[in-house]
């Protein structure tokens, strides 16, 4: 299916926890408050995975967590973006020899894009969008 | 999950979580419902757990106090400085009194920036968009403070064993005291838009009230408890760090407002009067900072040495921005502590949804459960089960456990 070229200029995002310590997420709302304020580009957070473009995946995806991340995944519409925000969520970091693990995320979903930081500042979350945005738009050209 | 299941008649069951959009974190919540009320009520946590306590076992303190910054990204300096506090006991290290006074000006810096965050998203739950995004911006300036101090904005890695890794010049004084005249004259403001908001009060008041038995019972803590009138502190009643010099009261809501009555009114008068007071606490602190060392053993491997030697068991207390925070510490000789047990303070909270959520309509639970300000990732234990057998005691079990035990002793 062809995406009407009205969606492009928005770009909705759904955040999804996965065992993280609440530090990426409070940046990832600082990021959406005014200071950063990226809704001027049409960037928002959602409520529902069927209605975004971009998964943010925090957290080194506890056992209990991994079914449900990869159920989340899969209620996302193509084409999407999955970014993986923290670095618990890209190697474990802190929390490398935990028994308690699925992850890193790379080994639950497939992740576009990483921003690394334990957490990463609004700044780098912001960039990191606009690479997967750059990553959506060559995915829509494909289509 | 609960594996209870889901009823075709009266009440219905309703399931919500783990991946809600009216939760911040993971957690499950099965209500049952009657129409629009809530009549019974179970959550199931542990969708965060991480086995920080057992990766700690294998760490030395040094390596744990930057694994407790990570418990919980919002009460980063919290888990450190109880954990800190715990292992100086057992090795009797003496804390410098400066770093004792930015521990505190840090601790108080953190309280601030986290009921801010807290406001925002109660106002968020509400619907009232504006407000949250009017307190996130306010609170970007207490971040801005927190990064000149620390180096951080979240988790901070400024507490180590014996003090602390970074000090207060002259020049970041001056700019704490900017940023707390700028809170300050912001404290009426917030007031005005939290206290006196019609949609505010309207949902707020007589909804998710704990009542101050139940709040005793269920041995709420921190701004939850006070709410509903218990007057508990741990930095009045247990001074730590600096609070032993300054004058600490547990707030509970003041009679002009009606006095407790433990709804979720309450607890947004709490924590905005808190606010207040711990910018008094840090310009009490910037005020009296004393000269002098930072650290009492500035040399890592001097002290990893010391702390390899200790022996001992030490509890670090502190009133994190939910509450009381417990850390447990057993060294016995060796590089990693013998046992660490971390009570994070929404652990004695969370019971308390339970009697608030009942008699609740569905549309009111988001707020009554932010209302306590839940943190499960700093929450979140492990459940040991024996085939397939859970080990949970009743208050029989333990008394006929300790029955037994008198009995075997006595032979």
């Known amino acids: 299916m062809k995406i009407p070229t009205s969606f492009n200029r928005s770009l909705w995002v759904f955040h999804l926890n996965s065992g993280s310590c609440n530090g990426c997420e409070i940046e990832i709302v600082a990021t959406i408050t005014p200071r950063y304020d990226p809704e001027r580009f049409g960037i928002r957070l959602v409520g529902s995975p069927k209605h975004a473009d971009v998964l943010l995946v925090t957290g080194p995806v506890t056992k209990k967590m991994a079914p449900r991340v990869r159920r989340v995944y899969e209620q996302v519409p193509d084409p999407k973006v999955v970014m993986c925000i923290g670095t618990c969520g890209q190697s474990g970091g802190v929390f490398y020899d935990s028994y308690n693990l699925d992850g890193p995320i790379d080994q639950v979903l497939p992740v576009d894009v990483y921003v690394p930081g334990c957490p990463p500042r609004p700044e780098a979350i912001i960039y990191g969008v606009v690479k997967a945005w750059e990553k959506l738009e060559r995915l829509e050209a494909e289509q | ?411």
Not at chain 2, 51 to 58: A, H, Y
Not at chain 2, 230 to 247: E, K
């Open chain 2, 1 to 411: 999950m609960s594996t209870e299941k889901v009823k075709k008649t009266v009440p219905y069951t309703v399931p919500i979580g783990p991946v809600h959009p009216a939760l911040k974190e993971p957690v499950m919540f099965t209500f049952g419902m009657e129409g629009e009320i809530v009549r019974t009520v179970d959550f199931a946590p542990g969708q965060t757990h991480r086995g920080i306590e057992w990766m700690g076992m294998r760490r030395n303190p040094v390596q744990i106090v930057h694994l407790t910054d990570r418990i919980c990204g919002i009460c980063g300096i919290v888990h450190s400085l109880s954990f800190a506090r715990a292992v100086e006991q057992i090795a009797e290290i003496q804390v410098p009194e400066r770093a004792d006074y930015i521990r505190t000006i840090l601790h108080e810096l953190e309280r601030i920036q986290s009921h801010l965050l807290w406001a925002g998203v109660a106002a968020h739950e509400l619907g009232f968009d504006s407000l949250f995004y009017l307190t996130w911006r306010v609170r970007e300036q207490s971040m801005d403070l927190i990064e000149n101090l620390t180096g951080n904005r979240v988790n901070y890695g400024i507490v180590q064993i014996g003090g602390v890794r970074r000090d207060i010049s002259d020049e970041q004084r001056v700019l704490a005291e900017k940023g707390l005249d700028y809170y300050q004259g912001l404290l009426d403001k917030m007031a005005t838009l939290f206290l006196e908001d019609s949609t505010i009060l309207m949902r707020c008041r007589g909804h998710g009230i704990l009542s101050e038995q139940d709040a005793r019972l269920l041995c709420t803590i921190g701004p939850t408890a006070r709410a509903s009138g218990l007057n508990m502190d741990v930095r009045q009643d247990y001074p730590y760090c600096a609070y032993g010099d300054l004058d600490v009261k547990a707030i509970l809501p003041p009679p002009e407002t009606g006095g407790p009555k433990g709804d979720v009114y309450d607890r947004i008068i709490v924590r905005l009067l808190e606010v207040g007071q711990s910018i008094g606490i840090i310009r009490q602190c910037l005020e009296n900072l004393p000269a002098g060392e930072i650290l009492w053993e500035p040399k890592m491997a001097k002290l990893l040495a010391v702390l390899k030697k200790a022996e001992g068991e030490g509890i670090g207390r502190v009133e994190a921005p939910r509450g009381e925070c417990m850390h447990y510490v057993k060294m016995a000789g060796k590089e990693a502590p013998e046992s660490w047990k971390v009570k994070a303070s929404s652990y004695s909270n969370l019971m308390s949804w339970i009697p608030m959520l009942q008699g609740e309509q569905l549309a009111d639970v988001p707020i009554i459960v932010a209302s306590i300000d839940p943190c499960l990732s700093c929450t979140d234990r492990v459940a040991v089960t024996r085939n397939g057998r859970s080990d949970i005691l009743t208050k029989e079990d333990l008394s006929r456990l300790s029955r037994e035990k008198t009995r075997r002793m006595m032979q």
